[in-house]
């Protein structure tokens, strides 16, 4: 079973920052967060992951809260490209498959 | 292109059928894996390979399902006698496990309906 939370779907205006909320309450010490998207008709696509730290790459940042129960994905310049479902997983290292969850659907709209 | 390739892109069979997909990961990526995903939900996780050796089967892989990587590159799923259930999309993704946390590549899937 999938071990985060996340809101169903959220609306994000272009040009704006879109900011995905994800709980993982139950986090243990060694899990990772990761992100994932998934635009239509395609598979899923790798965003970012980290463990303790912030997080910054060329497509987002993500911000992990001190006692690491939860975490925000964030999209700096929303385009209408990233429409998409966005899954928030959580997973100890590479000999732990990815479980996911149903994801939050982001809709950009003009 | 150098990404993940399945195919077909669609398959439309009959119940009582038995299908195969091919998946063609990138190559020297020695893990492969396989999930499944229904409408509205997010994709379910099958199998996976690491090289030619099949480490992990999810309770969701009936005995009507079979996957192989006979040489550690290409896999194949076959599920025979076909159910309506066993409609929905078929993905397949490769990694290279040399860090910690390897990225998954995935790709465009299979879309199975079955009649």
């Known amino acids: 079973d999938a071990k985060t939370t996340q809101p169903t779907s959220m609306d994000c205006a272009e040009g704006r920052a879109a900011n995905l909320p994800c709980n993982h309450s139950?986090?243990?010490?060694?899990?990772?967060v990761y992100w994932y998207r998934q635009i239509h008709s395609q598979g899923p696509q790798y965003i970012i992951h980290?463990?303790?730290n912030n997080e910054t790459n060329e497509m987002a940042s993500l911000i992990i809260t001190e006692d690491r129960k939860s975490s925000t994905l964030i999209l700096p310049h929303a385009t209408l490209r990233d429409t998409a479902v966005y899954y928030c997983?959580?997973?100890?290292?590479?000999?732990?498959?990815?479980?996911f969850g149903t994801g939050t659907r982001l809709q950009v709209f003009p | 292109d150098t990404g993940v390739s399945q195919d077909p892109r669609h398959k439309i069979t009959k119940r009582g059928q038995n299908v195969t997909f091919r998946c063609d990961p990138i190559?020297?990526?020695?893990?492969l894996y396989w999930y499944r995903q229904t409408l509205g939900q997010g994709p379910e996780f099958l199998t996976y390979?690491?090289?030619?050796?099949?480490?992990?089967k999810s309770r969701l892989l009936s005995d009507r399902f079979s996957a192989e990587r006979p040489k550690g590159s290409f896999s194949t799923l076959e599920i025979q006698r076909t159910e309506q259930g066993d409609s929905a999309m078929y993905l397949c993704?490769?990694?290279?496990?040399?860090?910690?946390?390897?990225?998954?590549?995935f790709g465009s899937g299979t879309q199975l309906s079955v009649l």
């Open positions: 993704a490769s990694s290279l496990t040399t860090s910690l946390n390897e990225k998954l590549f």
């Open positions: 139950t986090i243990s010490g060694n899990e990772y």
């Open positions: 980290g463990l303790k």
């Open positions: 997983i959580v997973r100890v290292d590479n000999t732990d498959k990815l479980i």
């Open positions: 190559s020297e990526h020695n893990r």
């Open positions: 390979f690491q090289n030619e050796a099949q480490l992990e």
